[in-house]
């Protein structure tokens, strides 16, 4: 892909400051109107060979509602047996990778953008990212926003409406704001 050459790209994913690039700018727009026209179809095999189609790799049995939405598309992973309820947004200018066996309830975000601090670097419009990353068999519950950085374990429960900061290991339940472990979670047999 002509994005995996460009320089801002790299920045993008490597995590340090970066201005988005022409090519970038170029890609935003594109995968906006695609997922404008995509999220209208009603049929579920069209709608999902066409979403998945964005992304840089999706194993089978995708399953997302409409709308779905993302930045790029080319800096999501997402394993085997995926479901995204209705108004899921990934924020993609970092990378994100989702295991296998996940399931998103309604509005969940996931967020890679970590804009600077300092004001008078944010007014130059330079932002950095961390990735996101999710282990095996994670279910997170609607309006859920996982931030920057994070990285959830295999098994993991995220409680409708949490606020995941930080990352959490295996086997949890967490919830709130910020997230914090509920209990432990039985481990998978």
């Not at 920057?148 to 290991?169: C, E, K, Q, R």
């Amino acid at each position: 892909m002509e994005i995996d050459n460009d320089p801002a790209y790299q920045q993008m994913i490597n995590g340090e400051l970066y201005l988005e690039s022409p090519i970038l700018q170029q890609r935003r727009r594109d995968v906006r109107t695609k997922l404008m026209q995509y999220n209208q179809i009603a049929d579920n095999d069209d709608r999902n060979t066409k979403m998945k189609s964005l992304l840089r790799s999706a194993g089978n049995r995708f399953f997302v509602e409409p709308t779905f939405e993302f930045s790029y598309g080319v800096n999501i992973r997402i394993g085997n047996h995926f479901y995204a309820n209705h108004g899921v947004t990934l924020c993609d200018e970092g990378l994100i990778t989702i295991g296998n066996d996940c399931k998103f309830g309604p509005k969940v975000g996931l967020y890679t953008p970590a804009h600077p601090l300092d004001p008078t670097v944010r007014r130059t419009e330079a932002e950095r990212t961390a990735p996101i990353t999710i282990g095996n068999d994670v279910w997170i519950g609607g309006s859920a926003v996982i931030l920057p950085g994070v990285t959830l374990g295999n098994n993991v429960i995220v409680g409708a409406g949490a606020v995941v900061t930080h990352s959490f290991p295996d086997n949890v339940i967490v919830v709130g704001n910020p997230a914090r472990v509920l209990k432990q979670n039985a481990p998978q047999s």
